[in-house]
T-cell receptor
């Protein structure tokens, strides 16, 4: 596709349910990032992949959060046993990860609301 | 973690005037910085970047200034237009482009 695609765009779930958020990066982009953005705040780093390898997951809030990118392309962020505090905009970004630029291309985001 | 913050949460300017958006960072090891623009309902969009071996870089109507001594970054927008109205974020990383830290953002309002 032309840009980073995320689905679903909006997800409303009840507390305790599991959710899976999908990210389809720009074709050929090596690196894929997951960020969480609260209203009026800057994106907060969650985790990062180079190809299929998860390079850094230090930003994941707790062990209810996990991410995978099994074939080095599409990635899924999974939140188990959701809590109200998990409500936020979840943004995926991808990049070429070349030495001359660190530009991240962001998707439109997945808005998660936990009731 | 590292702290990247902005001095002014909201900036209002008249159309045609120049805008200056400021950002402070705390990690002296950061050596690459990016400014992003985020319009309502959209994801952040790259504007301009600068490496730590530079103190100034110019783009189209935008200039980024880096002062490593005081760990300060600024974005200057010349002849500000209504389409420049958005929230602007600075982001920093160490040179491995691994983990970008974003500031909390400055909202720019351009008055016609």
């Amino acid at each position: 596709g032309a840009g980073v695609s995320q689905s679903p765009r909006y997800k409303v779930t009840k507390r305790g349910q599991d959710v899976a958020l999908r990210c389809d990066p720009i074709s050929g982009h090596v690196s894929l990032y997951w960020y969480r953005q609260a209203l009026g705040q800057g994106p907060e780093f969650l985790t990062y992949f180079n190809y299929e390898a998860q390079q850094d997951k230090s930003g994941l809030p707790n062990d209810r959060f996990s991410a995978e990118r099994p074939e080095g392309s599409i990635s899924t962020l999974t939140i188990q046993r959701t809590e109200q505090r998990d409500s936020a905009m979840y943004r995926c970004a991808s990049s070429l990860n070349r030495r001359n630029t660190g530009e991240l291309f962001f998707g439109e985001g997945s808005r998660l609301t936990v009731l | 973690g590292e702290s990247v913050g902005l001095h002014l949460p909201t900036l209002s300017v008249q159309e045609g005037d120049n805008s200056i958006i400021n950002c402070a960072y705390s990690n002296s090891a950061s050596d690459y910085f990016i400014w992003y623009k985020q319009e309502s309902g959209k994801g952040p969009q790259f504007i301009i970047d600068i490496r730590s071996n530079m103190d100034k870089r110019q783009g189209q109507r935008v200039t980024v200034l880096l002062n490593k001594t005081v760990k300060h970054l600024s974005l200057q927008i010349a002849a500000t237009q209504p389409g420049d109205s958005a929230v602007y974020f600075c982001a920093e990383t160490e040179y491995n482009f691994n983990k970008f830290y974003f500031g909390s953002g400055t909202k720019l309002n351009v008055k016609p």
